[in-house]
């Protein structure tokens, strides 16, 4: 059987597959300095597991692609949703100066927390993508590597029904230092 897999650990963001690692990526999620997963908008992403949908990958990036026609296939390759692509290519510009986004994301679809968190506290609508600053509003951020990441997603596709990947987070998703950052 053919399985995908990320780990969250200690700053890297380890792709697996058939549980071989291919490859890492550094990787934080938060704010520096702040290791409560429980603070909105500030805290890293809860522990727990996530899927990860590869057909829904979004490039907000019309411009970049355009320029650098070596990634055209993302948005002309079957995970594109390419039918969407005009309504996104007018959107990208106010969702990139609304946060550090980068120029791929994709959502995180919670499957289990590691702890019980009551439900009126639970955070939500977590992505992993790329940007120019480290850390995040709680998303996994692989700043500067999100084309290498998002490619590699791709490239490792099956189109047979396996594509979905699981997503671990360890409860020390961050470097040792970024809670005194």
């Not at 997963?37 to 411009?63: F, M, T, V």
């Not at 986004?101 to 609508?125: M, S, T």
């Not at 709680?138 to 999100?146: A, K, M, P, Q, S």
Request: aromatic residues 14%; neutral net charge.
């Amino acid at each position: 059987m053919y399985r995908r897999e990320i780990i969250l650990n200690r700053g890297m963001l380890y792709f697996y597959i058939n549980s071989e690692l291919i490859k890492s990526f550094p990787a934080t999620t938060g704010l520096p300095g702040v290791t409560d997963p429980n603070i909105a908008n500030q805290g890293p992403i809860p522990p727990g597991w996530y899927i990860l949908k590869p057909n829904e990958i979004n490039d907000y990036d019309y411009e970049y692609t355009l320029k650098d026609t070596s990634s055209f296939y993302i948005k002309a390759g079957p995970l594109s949703r390419y039918g969407a692509y005009l309504y996104k290519e007018r959107s990208y510009r106010s969702l990139n100066q609304k946060g550090d986004w980068g120029h791929y994301n994709v959502e995180l679809h919670k499957l289990k927390l590691k702890y019980n968190v009551p439900a009126q506290q639970q955070r939500f609508g977590f992505f992993i993508h790329g940007g120019i600053r480290e850390g995040s509003a709680g998303c996994i951020d692989v700043d500067g590597n999100e084309r290498d990441f998002f490619q590699l997603i791709i490239k490792t596709n099956k189109y047979d029904g396996t594509d979905d990947i699981l997503v671990e987070v360890t409860d020390t998703p961050n470097r040792l230092g970024w809670e005194n950052m």
